[in-house]
């Protein structure tokens, strides 16, 4: 029997990574004798990453005292201080900072100056929670990270007492994580002010994977092990089928007796992976089938 191969509506990249790419590439073809650099990588694809490079927009590790030309700021946003770090390097700033991550970071300096004690739940070493956290201490020093209750636990003396608890999300956050937190924070807050910033592009992904997993004998996500939103879908998809993860489809080979044996396999992809790359995974599936 022929295999049923599905792939998710919502696979690949999300509006803010195709705003962001596309800008850059205009960027430079506009301004093609200029030095046009991201600050940190554009996107968590190696792939794009080296076809930025190859057109002459270059990816820095870290920023030098002096430069010249416009540096990008990625749709994960930076800290006020890496914009001023910038701008006195000698850049132009050119600020890529997705339009949901934006708000995340205006709703945790709201609540940061309104006197809550600020909870970003996410990955403390992420760069888009490292800049809402850095966005939210500028009005106050009572701010942490959590992406799990037992980061909680040494701060829940401070929570009773502080008795105002405000929570934002990383926008590629698990909306169970989320869950789970506000749950653990209720009892030890008088008031406890929530602000869903979990994308909506993210939330449609996980939901639409979900139902796809629940009927498919075989998940395959495609995607960067760097990116949050696709290591969180692999996550989540593996407590319901088979799954497995993968950034190209090379590494298919690795799980030819998984895939041999699955009748209905379903795709789909993180907010970072361009179509190319998953139409590659469809064809390698499709030839496996036949």
Do not use: W
Request: aromatic share 4%; glycine share 4%.
């Amino acid at each position: 029997m022929p295999k049923e191969i599905k792939l998710a509506k919502f696979a690949g990249f999300c509006y803010g990574v195709k705003r962001a790419v596309e800008t850059v590439k205009k960027l430079k073809a506009e301004n093609p004798e200029r030095n046009i650099c991201v600050l940190g990588e554009l996107i968590h694809n190696s792939q794009v990453i080296e076809e930025l490079s190859a057109l002459g927009i270059h990816s820095l590790k870290e920023l030098p005292e002096k430069g010249n030309g416009i540096c990008v700021v990625r749709s994960h946003g930076e800290s006020p201080e890496v914009f001023k770090k910038i701008e006195d390097a000698g850049f132009e700033v050119y600020d890529l900072t997705c339009p949901d991550v934006k708000k995340v970071q205006q709703q945790a300096i709201e609540l940061a100056k309104e006197g809550y004690y600020v909870v970003i739940v996410g990955k403390a070493e992420h760069p888009e929670v490292i800049a809402i956290k850095a966005n939210a201490q500028q009005f106050s020093d009572k701010v942490i990270v959590a992406d799990n209750i037992k980061q909680l636990q040494p701060f829940d003396a401070e929570f009773k007492s502080h008795k105002k608890i405000g929570v934002v999300v990383q926008t590629t956050q698990m909306l169970s994580t989320l869950n789970e937190i506000i749950t653990y924070l209720t009892p030890l807050s008088k008031e406890l002010k929530t602000a869903n910033t979990i994308c909506q592009s993210t939330s449609m992904r996980q939901s639409e994977a979900i139902e796809l997993a629940k009927q498919s004998d075989l998940m395959i996500v495609v995607g960067s092990k760097k990116s949050a939103n696709t290591t969180h879908l692999a996550e989540i998809l593996k407590t319901i089928t088979s799954t497995i993860h993968i950034e190209t489809n090379e590494e298919l080979k690795i799980y030819k007796e998984l895939i041999e044996k699955s009748q209905k396999i379903s795709i789909t992809a993180g907010a970072s992976t361009p179509q190319n790359v998953i139409d590659k995974v469809i064809e390698n599936i499709q030839r496996k089938g036949e």
